[in-house]
Protein backbone atom coordinates (compact mmCIF):
# COMPACT_ATOMS: atom_id res chain seq x y z
CA UNK A 1 0.00 0.00 0.00
CA UNK A 2 2.55 2.54 1.24
CA UNK A 3 4.21 2.32 -2.85
CA UNK A 4 0.68 3.50 -4.23
CA UNK A 5 0.47 6.74 -1.51
CA UNK A 6 2.63 8.94 -3.69
CA UNK A 7 3.28 12.38 -2.20
CA UNK A 8 0.78 12.81 1.05
CA UNK A 9 -0.11 16.61 1.44
CA UNK A 10 1.08 18.86 4.82
CA UNK A 11 -2.15 20.04 6.51
CA UNK A 12 -2.85 23.02 8.01
CA UNK A 13 -4.16 22.44 12.04
CA UNK A 14 -4.75 25.84 13.65
CA UNK A 15 -7.75 26.44 14.52
CA UNK A 16 -8.20 24.72 17.94
CA UNK A 17 -10.76 22.46 16.98
CA UNK A 18 -10.29 18.81 15.48
CA UNK A 19 -13.76 19.23 14.33
CA UNK A 20 -13.04 22.65 12.73
CA UNK A 21 -9.85 21.50 11.26
CA UNK A 22 -11.61 18.73 9.80
CA UNK A 23 -14.55 21.20 8.30
CA UNK A 24 -11.58 22.93 6.86
CA UNK A 25 -10.09 20.45 4.37
CA UNK A 26 -12.42 21.75 1.64
CA UNK A 27 -10.99 25.05 0.47
CA UNK A 28 -11.81 28.55 -1.06
CA UNK A 29 -15.31 27.27 -0.55
CA UNK A 30 -16.84 30.41 -1.68
CA UNK A 31 -14.44 30.35 -4.83
CA UNK A 32 -15.39 29.19 -7.85
CA UNK A 33 -13.13 26.28 -7.84
CA UNK A 34 -12.70 24.94 -4.46
CA UNK A 35 -10.34 22.62 -2.98
CA UNK A 36 -10.91 19.38 -1.75
CA UNK A 37 -7.74 17.88 0.13
CA UNK A 38 -9.36 14.71 1.61
CA UNK A 39 -9.55 12.87 -2.17
CA UNK A 40 -8.10 9.08 -1.14
CA UNK A 41 -8.78 7.23 1.86
CA UNK A 42 -4.69 7.72 2.86
CA UNK A 43 -5.14 11.59 2.48
CA UNK A 44 -7.78 11.11 5.31
CA UNK A 45 -5.33 8.91 7.64
CA UNK A 46 -2.70 11.76 7.04
CA UNK A 47 -4.95 14.73 7.86
CA UNK A 48 -5.61 12.62 11.08
CA UNK A 49 -2.24 11.76 12.20
CA UNK A 50 -1.17 15.36 11.54
CA UNK A 51 -3.76 16.28 13.46
CA UNK A 52 -2.97 14.08 16.49
CA UNK A 53 -6.43 12.02 15.85
CA UNK A 54 -4.44 8.72 15.12
CA UNK A 55 -1.28 7.09 15.92
CA UNK A 56 1.13 5.97 13.55
CA UNK A 57 0.60 2.55 14.28
CA UNK A 58 -3.21 3.02 13.81
CA UNK A 59 -2.90 4.78 10.64
CA UNK A 60 -0.51 1.92 9.46
CA UNK A 61 -3.57 -0.67 10.54
CA UNK A 62 -6.06 1.55 8.74
CA UNK A 63 -4.01 1.36 5.81
CA UNK A 64 -3.83 -2.30 5.84
CA UNK A 65 -7.71 -2.36 6.24
CA UNK A 66 -8.20 -0.28 2.76
CA UNK A 67 -5.43 -1.90 1.37
CA UNK A 68 -7.65 -5.02 1.11
CA UNK A 69 -10.76 -3.05 -0.88
CA UNK A 70 -9.95 -0.22 -2.49
CA UNK A 71 -13.58 0.45 -3.61
CA UNK A 72 -14.76 0.38 0.38
CA UNK A 73 -12.02 2.86 0.97
CA UNK A 74 -13.28 4.89 -1.62
CA UNK A 75 -17.25 4.78 -0.83
CA UNK A 76 -15.87 5.44 2.78
CA UNK A 77 -14.06 9.21 1.87
CA UNK A 78 -17.53 9.83 -0.24
CA UNK A 79 -19.23 9.30 3.77
CA UNK A 80 -16.55 11.48 5.00
CA UNK A 81 -17.14 13.81 2.86
CA UNK A 82 -20.82 14.41 3.61
CA UNK A 83 -20.28 14.36 7.06
CA UNK A 84 -17.83 17.01 6.78
CA UNK A 85 -19.94 18.86 4.82
CA UNK A 86 -22.92 18.46 6.79
CA UNK A 87 -20.75 19.75 10.23
CA UNK A 88 -19.64 22.81 8.07
CA UNK A 89 -23.51 23.76 7.71
CA UNK A 90 -24.07 23.05 11.12
CA UNK A 91 -21.15 25.57 12.01
CA UNK A 92 -21.76 27.92 9.81
CA UNK A 93 -25.61 27.87 11.07
CA UNK A 94 -24.25 28.40 14.84
CA UNK A 95 -21.69 31.11 13.56
CA UNK A 96 -24.18 33.08 12.14
CA UNK A 97 -27.30 32.52 15.07
CA UNK A 98 -29.41 30.28 12.74
CA UNK A 99 -30.80 26.83 13.67
CA UNK A 100 -28.80 23.99 11.68
CA UNK A 101 -30.62 22.35 8.73
CA UNK A 102 -32.54 19.20 10.76
CA UNK A 103 -31.29 16.76 7.67
CA UNK A 104 -27.12 17.65 8.79
CA UNK A 105 -28.19 17.35 12.71
CA UNK A 106 -29.55 13.03 11.19
CA UNK A 107 -25.96 13.08 9.35
CA UNK A 108 -24.05 13.75 12.82
CA UNK A 109 -26.48 12.10 15.19
CA UNK A 110 -26.16 9.12 12.92
CA UNK A 111 -22.42 9.34 12.71
CA UNK A 112 -22.28 9.75 16.70
CA UNK A 113 -24.31 6.83 17.36
CA UNK A 114 -22.05 4.54 14.99
CA UNK A 115 -18.83 6.54 16.64
CA UNK A 116 -20.33 5.86 20.70
CA UNK A 117 -20.83 2.07 20.16
CA UNK A 118 -17.49 0.98 19.75
CA UNK A 119 -16.17 3.50 22.72
CA UNK A 120 -14.65 3.22 25.68
CA UNK A 121 -13.80 5.46 28.73
CA UNK A 122 -9.97 4.95 29.69
CA UNK A 123 -8.45 6.63 33.33
CA UNK A 124 -6.06 8.93 31.93
CA UNK A 125 -4.15 11.07 34.85
CA UNK A 126 -7.04 11.18 37.18
CA UNK A 127 -9.73 11.65 34.90
CA UNK A 128 -10.91 9.76 31.99
CA UNK A 129 -10.69 10.19 28.64
CA UNK A 130 -13.19 8.65 25.44
CA UNK A 131 -10.96 6.15 23.40
CA UNK A 132 -11.71 3.50 20.91
CA UNK A 133 -10.29 0.11 20.67
CA UNK A 134 -7.46 -0.46 18.03
CA UNK A 135 -8.63 -4.06 16.91
CA UNK A 136 -11.58 -2.67 14.56
CA UNK A 137 -11.74 -3.67 10.90
CA UNK A 138 -13.78 0.18 10.52
CA UNK A 139 -12.58 2.18 7.89
CA UNK A 140 -15.16 4.81 9.80
CA UNK A 141 -12.72 4.65 12.78
CA UNK A 142 -10.59 7.70 11.60
CA UNK A 143 -13.88 9.40 11.50
CA UNK A 144 -15.02 8.62 14.96
CA UNK A 145 -12.63 11.30 17.19
CA UNK A 146 -13.93 13.94 14.83
CA UNK A 147 -17.62 13.54 15.92
CA UNK A 148 -16.87 13.21 19.19
CA UNK A 149 -14.72 16.96 19.20
CA UNK A 150 -17.60 18.40 16.40
CA UNK A 151 -20.60 17.11 20.01
CA UNK A 152 -18.51 18.21 22.72
CA UNK A 153 -18.03 21.65 20.98
CA UNK A 154 -21.70 21.77 20.15
CA UNK A 155 -22.46 20.97 24.11
CA UNK A 156 -19.86 23.35 25.12
CA UNK A 157 -19.54 26.91 26.26
CA UNK A 158 -17.33 27.76 23.46
CA UNK A 159 -20.08 27.47 20.92
CA UNK A 160 -20.58 30.87 20.84
CA UNK A 161 -16.43 31.59 19.83
CA UNK A 162 -17.30 29.27 16.34
CA UNK A 163 -16.34 32.10 13.60
CA UNK A 164 -16.00 32.30 9.92
CA UNK A 165 -13.02 33.56 8.73
CA UNK A 166 -13.36 37.06 6.91
CA UNK A 167 -11.04 36.31 4.22
CA UNK A 168 -12.55 36.74 0.69
CA UNK A 169 -12.75 33.17 -0.54
CA UNK A 170 -11.77 31.94 2.87
CA UNK A 171 -14.36 30.74 4.70
CA UNK A 172 -12.50 28.63 7.09
CA UNK A 173 -14.23 28.25 10.53
CA UNK A 174 -12.42 28.85 14.14
CA UNK A 175 -12.53 28.82 17.08
CA UNK A 176 -12.01 32.73 18.32
CA UNK A 177 -10.58 32.38 21.70
CA UNK A 178 -9.74 36.18 21.72
CA UNK A 179 -10.66 37.70 25.15
CA UNK A 180 -13.01 40.37 23.46
CA UNK A 181 -14.04 38.00 20.39
CA UNK A 182 -12.57 40.34 17.55
CA UNK A 183 -10.36 37.89 15.80
CA UNK A 184 -11.43 38.10 11.98
CA UNK A 185 -9.17 35.69 10.34
CA UNK A 186 -8.38 31.85 10.28
CA UNK A 187 -4.56 32.65 10.19
CA UNK A 188 -2.92 36.57 9.89
CA UNK A 189 -0.31 34.85 8.00
CA UNK A 190 -2.97 33.97 4.89
CA UNK A 191 -6.13 35.31 5.24
CA UNK A 192 -5.24 38.57 7.76
CA UNK A 193 -1.88 39.32 5.50
CA UNK A 194 -4.28 39.41 2.30
CA UNK A 195 -7.21 41.20 3.97
CA UNK A 196 -4.12 44.07 4.67
CA UNK A 197 -2.75 43.99 0.94
CA UNK A 198 -6.19 44.48 -0.17
CA UNK A 199 -6.79 47.56 2.24
CA UNK A 200 -3.26 48.89 1.39
CA UNK A 201 -3.99 48.88 -2.68
CA UNK A 202 -7.50 50.14 -2.31
CA UNK A 203 -6.02 52.99 -0.06
CA UNK A 204 -3.21 54.26 -2.15
CA UNK A 205 -5.15 53.28 -5.83
CA UNK A 206 -8.33 56.28 -3.88
CA UNK A 207 -5.22 58.40 -3.03
CA UNK A 208 -3.77 58.30 -6.52
CA UNK A 209 -7.18 58.93 -8.08
CA UNK A 210 -7.04 61.80 -5.68
ZN1 LIG B 1 -9.15 32.52 6.33
Not at 13 to 42: H, K, M, W
Not at 114 to 125: F, I, N, R, T
Amino acid sequence: MTSDLGKLPEYEIIVGALCLDFVNTLEDRPSPEPVERLQRYPDVLEWAKQAGALTDDQVNSLLDIAADDMGAAAIAVVGFRDLRESMYRIFVAVAWGESPAAADIDTLNAALADALAPSYLVPKGGRFVISWRDDTEALDRVVWPIVRSAVDLLTSDLLDRVTLCSGQTCEWIFLDESRNHSRRWCDMKTCGNQAKARAFYRRSKAQGAN
